[in-house]
């Protein structure tokens, strides 16, 4: 069982910056896959980032540049640093991780960016 515990979401201008926390019970160096999904109201779970066991990173579409993800092995935490933020990024974003068994989901934290 994978524990997941996320921080660091709100309201912010456009232009503007957050960065996003994830915490995970487990060593995230053991893990398949871990980063970050968003849902926007209608929309189906979209990729933002991961990492893979192979030292892979992976952006969803239009956001490399925008976001960078990053980790912290010694803290089991990954970040998702947001930049430029626009409108249209507004969503829940999600913690994802795969422990090469199964996947698990934070709880979501809201995104909203609004003037």
């Known amino acids: 069982q994978v524990h997941l515990v996320e921080s660091g979401g709100g309201l912010v201008q456009p232009g503007g910056s957050l960065r996003l926390s994830c915490a995970a019970s487990k060593n995230i160096f053991e893990f398949l896959r871990m980063g970050w999904y968003r849902q926007a109201p209608g929309k189906q779970r979209d990729l933002v980032a991961s990492f893979t066991s192979g030292g892979t990173t992976l952006y969803g579409d239009t956001l490399l540049g925008r976001f960078n993800i990053s980790r912290d092995n010694a803290t089991n935490t990954v970040y998702l640093q947001m930049d430029s933020l626009r409108p249209e990024d507004t969503a829940i974003y999600y913690c994802?991780?795969?422990?090469?068994?199964?996947?698990?989901w934070g709880q979501g934290t809201q995104v909203t960016v609004s003037s």
């Open positions: 994802y991780v795969h422990d090469w068994i199964r996947e698990y």
